[in-house]
């Protein structure tokens, strides 16, 4: 069974930086995008940041030259580097990684909370 583990979630201020990390285990088979989303109490789960095994990268407008989706292919560990956070970044990060059978596999979600 793959199980995405996500880390680095926690409270920093308006401002700050915060880094989320993911890493898979389990026969994964052949990864072909890993990406970050994030749930605010209230509000539909949505995307963030993906990145394809080429390194092709899609962003949300919101946080456009703020975060940063990297991965390591042979670790199969993607990252999220978040600068300048804002209040409105508040919430609970899912890690997603999905394999070339498009089997889609979640991590338990981290929480992530900027103050103001």
């Known amino acids: 069974q793959v199980q995405p583990v996500e880390s680095g979630g926690g409270l920093v201020q308006a401002g700050g930086s915060l880094k989320l990390s993911c890493a898979a285990s389990?026969?994964?088979?052949?990864?072909?995008?890993m990406g970050w989303y994030r749930q605010a109490p209230g509000k539909q789960r949505e995307l963030v940041a993906q990145?394809?095994?080429?390194?092709?990268?899609i962003y949300a407008d919101s946080v456009k030259g703020r975060f940063t989706i990297s991965r390591d292919n042979a670790k199969n560990t993607v990252a999220l580097q978040m600068d300048n956070l804002k209040p409105e970044d508040t919430a609970v990060y899912y890690c997603?990684?999905?394999?070339?059978?498009?089997?889609?596999?979640w991590g338990q979600g981290t929480q992530v909370t900027v103050s103001s």
């Open positions: 389990g026969n994964i088979f052949s990864v072909v995008v």
């Open positions: 997603q990684i999905v394999n070339s059978r498009l089997n889609s596999y």
């Open positions: 990145i394809g095994n080429g390194g092709s990268t």
